[in-house]
């Protein structure tokens, strides 16, 4: 079927640019390899997961540091959890954004916090927007009666 | 071998206050094959049936499933933990605090490291950095209890720092990864612990004196091949030394090549 096999191109060169533009790493490879028949889901599960995670955070980062006395223990908690998750799911740039958030952090650095929040806020929507693209290519292949190129 | 000795064993006619009172707490949750290897069940045993026959203690063997203790504040990271365990054949038991954790072992002063459901843990997977109860921390409560200090304890952090590593080491952790875990890791975990267990039946086939004197050595258990020690300690000292020998599967190398 042409189509299929246009659509599988279509999701390799994809996913290349992805890696290439650094927006994903090789621990989002490791996460695909863990998907089979028996667990046809697992990556969109987690990715799921690493979206209500991000956009928790994102959130509690925004009132911890619209505070008159901002708490920077608190602020680097939240940005260590948002670094860890997404160092787990092979997001690198939300990753890189978070290392540089951190260091503001202690520095007690304000301006910096906060544009790094804007920084995360703004990889993190453009990740968010390339996996769910990706994750449509998926079930478009699969709709077609293909099966997903590894 | 097992289910011969269970249907050889009429315990339903047998008064229930012969047995000693953990086994009855569980009574009703065991199902019969568990009820012959529980610890409980294996002492009665010991005085009923003759002296050669050899009984397991311990549910997990080498033909079994290990069952893994993850404990990780991050919903994330558990996902993906269960999942590289699971596909690892190993069963797995994810919590999401050093608390729950210890819930699940039995604070309450169980003799053998049996949890909720039953099954022996053989290994505790905990991450470092979790609020309330620390990695660190539950690995201490964990070794400084006489049911669980022999199960090994791994602690997973995102952060690679020196002094954080050693004193997991020192306070008895069998290993520090770094985060994220890869399927490797889980891998050589799981050969290392089996190969443990399987050392363990041996010892205990021929007799329980060797045991004793391993757990008088406190500082390594005896699941820990000494060469492996050397090696770390010997790449943690020669940066410049290329990629590690075979035998030396750690994460220390890492160290410095950390930006």
Known sequence: MDGVVQLQRQLLDYTTLLFQEGFLNDQFTQLQQLQDETNPDFVVEVVSLFFEDSERLLNELANTLDQQSIDFRKVDSHVHQLKGSSSSIGAQRVQNVCIAFRNFCDAQNTEGCLKCLQQVKNEYALVKNKLETLFQLEQQILAAGGSIPM | ?259
Request: proline share 7%.
């Open chain 2, 1 to 259: 071998m097992f289910s011969s000795i269970a249907h050889n064993l009429h315990y339903k006619s047998l008064p229930l206050h012969s047995f000693p009172p953990p086994l009855y707490k569980y009574w009703k949750q065991i199902p019969r094959t568990f009820l012959v290897m529980g610890s409980a069940a294996g002492e009665f045993l010991r005085h009923v049936l003759p002296e050669k026959v050899g009984v397991s203690d311990h549910s997990a063997a080498g033909s079994e499933e290990l069952h893994v203790l993850a404990v990780d504040d991050s919903h994330v990271d558990r996902k993906v933990i269960e999942r590289l365990l699971k596909i690892s054949s190993c069963k797995v038991t994810a919590v999401e605090s050093g608390t729950r954790a210890l819930q699940f072992l039995g604070l309450d002063g169980e003799e053998n490291s049996v949890g909720f459901d039953g099954l022996k843990v053989n290994l505790i997977m905990t991450d470092y950095s979790m609020p309330g109860m620390t990695g660190y921390e539950l690995l201490k409560k964990i070794k400084e209890s006489k049911a669980f200090r022999k199960i090994p304890v791994v602690i997973m952090s995102s952060e690679n720092i020196l002094t954080r590593i050693d004193r997991c080491l020192e306070e008895g952790a069998e290993e520090f990864i770094v985060k994220p875990v890869k399927l490797a890791d889980v891998r050589r975990l799981r050969d290392f612990i089996m190969r443990g267990e399987e050392e363990g039946e041996e010892n205990r086939k021929k007799g329980n004196h060797k045991r004793k004197l391993q757990d008088d050595y406190s500082i390594s258990p005896p699941l820990s091949p000494a060469p492996s020690l050397d090696c770390e300690i010997s790449s943690l000292l020669l940066p410049s030394s290329s990629s590690s020998s075979p035998e030396c599967p750690s994460k220390r190398p890492r160290l410095w090549v950390e930006d």
